[in-house]
């Protein structure tokens, strides 16, 4: 049994996004990815799909997941191999590895991941650099590493983060149910319309017992 309990939605502004998730687990850890390819064209999914299976690679060879440097090595590798493709594209990453100890990863991007706990929020992907994009050839991910001390965790492209105050978020992260929690928040960036305002896409996770 996992030691997380995990729950992520995709909810594409139009009939084809560009918002890439996945949860990885190994051992004790579970690995979380959000890419947010530029545009919400076809080229922007690509690379967030090329993130997706960048991650997926590190995995299945037995990288480091605990090293937040694993992370960010992946993030550079990927770009330097979208930028020589020719392929185009563009997107943002959040790659954070969840273990009973502490969450560490990397970023880029605008893309982000919050730890909200006890009423109060932090922001792990703060310093990270929001241009040159992964796929530019340019992009500079930055790595964060914090202590575990429960609470949940939220990564998210800026379709959530952008349009929706983090305390209607904080209002939704603590539902008992893990899978409304995600859809309830998927849900808060929609217009009067009905319309969402750009993709979203998202994942929770929280500890499946209390921390030590």
Known sequence: MSDFETAWHVEPAG????DRVRVLTRGDATVLVVADGAGNSRRGAEAAEAVLRSVQDAVDAGADVEREETWRDVLVRCDAERAASGQGGETTAVVACVTRRRVVG????DSELWLFQGGESTALTEHQHRKPLLGSGQARPVTFELAWRGGVLVG???GLFKYVDLRRIQEHVSLADA???VLALAALP????????DDVG???CRP???CP
């Open 190 to 197: 929609r217009l009067a319309s009905g319309a969402l305002p």
């Open 202 to 204: 998202l994942v929770l």
């Open 179 to 181: 899978h409304a929690a």
């Open 106 to 109: 990397a970023s880029v991007g």
């Open 15 to 18: 009939k084809a996004g560009a």
């Open 156 to 158: 998210a492209s800026d």
């Open 208 to 210: 499946s017992a209390p």
